[in-house]
């Protein structure tokens, strides 16, 4: 075959919907060689997903291509019949997407899964297919496979759906694999593992692939080319030295400054002249509490354990003083959920003691703490928007929820005046106020659950991955709301975050979790530039993140 593996060539597609047809992508040209790899950038709505759906024949019932050809193998796969695509889609071309608990079938063991697509393209016994299931699983470098084969999505990590993801899409030697965010909830050695594990598969059977992701790291790290997607359209498309370095389309510049790196900070990450009036606020460091100011929170020898097994977390201490930022980072499982919903009252823990201001708070059982007066004190920032807001409260409703319930306000003038304050300080527009969680896109959601935390004026807030599901552009601006609103209450901060750029930048301390017990604690700059733990420096390393060209260092 002559000529690159895969051309799409004016590429549009449309989605019918209540207001008209939308039009998702918008004149799309690129081309993939055999054994490329090739990433997609840019932020939610840009159009690489539906790219990657219409390649594949994906979309939805609402989507169609409206122009353009799809040329995949000399072929254009968009005038080829369903029935005769079936054959193709899998054992030509794959996809991995970005959520695996949700492609995978809830109610199939694992290895009936693989077989599943194993037969659909082979003509084999179901002995050798289950032979053949149990080699991917290897393959994958799925720790006890033979086990592995009768469980169930439900039963398996994050970073294992993804792997059984990974040995579906690779169970028919496609020569093309798309991989759409693949690594999306992940920390960061399990990131490292499932991208070093894709890119080693696809180097050794010589399959060409597109790598669909928001973060510029992992496409620096992983891609030969990247394109740049923003409303629909190709802007840049370079090599990712190039295009990281010196880009040339102002979209493709405010990705790359709003992706945090070893030496950014907060006030870097959104251009001053893009700020609005909510950031533009000069940001002056904020110095380490005093030695002798009074701790907000002291913490002794937390311990939980769930149904007389191992401790989830064991002999767990740290202080904190108004004010300030630490940091909590490891990966998942090390216990970092279950230390902050312990010291947010959500979940009692089995041993230990929790004083905040000097009062014991860890002996009131966690159902009866929305009595206690410390309640309105300690609020949370949830990861996911989409799960901790009220579908059925509005913007307004959601944040004005805790002034009734903890706050004591009622309905009325005061009520509304403080609502209004609340979203004003998050750069929350007044009309998005009546706007339902479905109306409001990621990163309004976020500023939403934000207002609602700071509304009762708390003094201590937990952010639990506030912005592990937001585009580089949101995140930055989430993140200076976050630092200046911090330093005008003086609130203090428990970041819980595997993202360990944010964490640097956000925290004056860090405490490293791992299996439930602290590993290592200490000034966060200092930390992560002199690692003193070896699994502090594979958490360290393991962080894709673009890295600044040495003539660009010095201007």
């Known amino acids: 075959m002559t000529g690159p593996l895969l051309r799409i060539e004016d590429l549009h597609v449309s989605f019918s919907t209540r207001r008209g047809m939308v039009e998702a992508v918008r004149g799309v040209t690129l081309s993939v060689d055999e054994g490329e790899v090739l990433g997609l950038v840019g932020e939610s709505g840009s159009g690489k997903s539906v790219t990657g759906f219409a390649t594949t024949r ?16 000399g072929q254009d796969i968009t005038r080829i019949p369903s029935g005769d695509f079936r054959h193709l889609k899998g054992a030509a071309m794959s996809m991995i997407f970005q959520n695996p608990r949700a492609a995978l079938n809830p109610i199939r063991a694992i290895g009936q899964q693989l077989a599943d697509a194993i037969l659909t393209h082979r003509r084999i016994s179901k002995d050798e297919a289950r032979a053949a299931s149990l080699d991917l699983l290897r393959a994958v470098q799925i720790r006890n496979p033979e086990q592995r084969m009768t469980a169930f999505p439900h ?68 891609c030969r080319r990247v394109v740049v997607m923003e409303k629909g359209r190709l802007v840049e498309e370079a090599e990712p030295v190039e295009l990281f370095h010196a880009p040339k389309h102002p979209y493709s510049k405010r990705l790359v400054a709003a992706s945090p790196t070893v030496s950014s900070r907060v006030e870097d990450l959104v251009p001053e002249e893009e700020r609005g009036p909510f950031l533009a606020a000069r940001l002056v460091p904020k110095s380490a509490p005093a030695p002798g100011t009074p701790l907000l929170l002291d913490i002794k020898s937390l311990t939980k354990r769930y149904d007389d097994g191992p401790a989830a977390i064991a002999d767990f201490s740290m202080t904190m003083a108004a004010g300030e930022s630490v940091g909590l980072v490891g990966e998942s499982g090390s216990g970092k959920t279950t230390t902050s919903r312990m010291i947010c009252r959500l979940i009692d823990p089995t041993e230990g003691e929790i004083l905040f201001d000097g009062y014991s708070i860890g002996h009131v059982p966690a159902r009866d703490f929305h009595r206690s007066p410390f309640r309105k004190d300690i609020q949370i920032v949830f990861q996911d ?17 805790p002034l009734l319930r903890l706050g004591k306000m009622k309905p009325g003038a005061a009520l509304t005046k403080r609502v209004r304050e609340c979203a004003e300080r998050v750069g929350l527009p007044p009309d998005l106020l009546e706007r339902f969680p479905h109306q409001l896109s990621g990163g309004q959601k976020a500023r939403v659950g934000i207002a609602r935390a700071i509304a009762c004026r708390p003094r201590l807030l937990v952010l639990d991955e506030p912005t592990a599901a937001l585009d580089v552009s949101v995140q930055a601006v989430v993140l200076q709301l976050l630092d200046r609103l911090r330093r005008e209450d003086n609130l203090a901060f428990l970041f819980v975050s595997h993202d360990l750029n944010v964490v ?5 301390r860090t405490i490293v979790l791992r299996n439930g017990g602290i590993v290592e604690e200490g000034e966060s700059r200092a930390m992560f530039e002199n690692p003193k733990t070896d699994y502090t420096r594979e958490l360290v390393e393991a962080v894709p993140h673009i890295r600044r060209a040495p003539a660009l260092a010095v201007t």
């Open 58 to 73: 994906l979309l939805d019932a609402a989507g169609r291509i409206t122009a353009g050809r799809i040329v995949f193998r």
């Open 155 to 222: 039963e398996l990590s994050g970073g294992m759906c993804q792997r059984v993801m990974i040995a579906i899409a690779i169970s028919c030697n496609p020569a093309l694999l798309i991989a759409d965010e693949p690594t999306t909830g992940l920390d960061v050695t399990t990131q490292k593992v499932v991208m070093d594990l894709l890119a080693a598969i696809a180097a050794e059977r010589g399959m060409a692939t597109i790598l669909i992701t928001h973060d510029l790291g992992l496409a620096a790290r992983y």
């Open 385 to 401: 928007p989409n799960e901790s807001l009220n579908p059925r409260f509005n913007g307004f409703n959601c944040i004005a929820h």
């Open 504 to 508: 640097r930048m956000m925290c004056d």
